[in-house]
């Protein structure tokens, strides 16, 4: 899937803005088990793109009454879940996303769950700029959010090269997995995919599995 990326117009600005800020990455969750569909495929689907291609992936997140709505997008947390691992029950990982998402031309934001009922669907797709964006935030330089549960929505797909790390939450779990991602590694390379996101055990101090 090689479709080429639109930046919004004020790209630029989002860029000054991440900076500002200080923002590294946003994070997706995933059941574990999807990993192998996410590499071989190069990309994080949208359940639409997913439902064209015949793929059925585990999942761990329902819009309910906006699932027609969202389904072409694909959820990121600007910060980490609480308890997500008990809320699943499956083994769980973390994709760090590059945060240069923000300015894809179709990602909108969320200021809460998007899942929620408190939000509609027209007050998300009127959070698609830097104003949008900037007003998730408490303050002009600060990463915390005025709520935690803020979120990123992309369009479609995001690529290979925008996962930048795999996080486990515990290395018996990883141990595991890197010989199966070494294997992929190599299903990626004949592909003529050069690139492959680092593993990682999640950092205490990020508290993504907390």
């Given at each position: ?32 088990n ?24 585990a999942?761990?997140?329902f ?81 915390r ?9 992309v ?19 990883l ?35 907390s």
């Amino acid at each position: 899937m090689n479709e080429e990326i639109e930046y919004k117009q004020d790209w630029d600005d989002f860029v000054h803005c991440l900076e500002r800020r200080r923002i590294t990455e946003f994070y997706h969750y995933t059941v574990i088990n999807n990993i192998y569909s996410i590499l071989k495929y190069l990309n994080i689907l949208s359940r639409y793109k997913m439902s064209q291609m015949g793929i059925m992936p585990a999942r761990i997140n329902f819009w309910g009454s906006k699932l027609d709505s969202l389904k072409d997008y694909i959820c990121l947390t600007i910060n980490p879940l609480y308890s997500i691992q008990k809320i699943v029950k499956q083994e769980v990982v973390v994709l760090g996303i590059n945060p240069r998402v923000i300015y894809y031309k179709d990602t909108v934001f969320s200021p809460v769950n998007s899942a929620r009922s408190s939000i509609s669907i027209d007050e998300i797709f009127a959070h698609f700029d830097l104003e949008g964006f900037e007003s998730l935030f408490v303050g002009e330089y600060e990463k915390r959010t005025r709520f935690h549960e803020a979120e990123v929505l992309v369009k479609n797909n995001i690529g290979i090269r925008d996962i930048q790390t795999i996080y486990f939450p515990t290395s018996n779990l990883l141990n595991k997995y890197k010989i199966k991602y070494l294997k992929w590694k190599i299903y990626a390379l004949l592909k003529g995919n050069i690139y492959m996101p680092k593993l990682s055990i999640a950092p205490s101090g990020l508290k993504l599995f907390s």
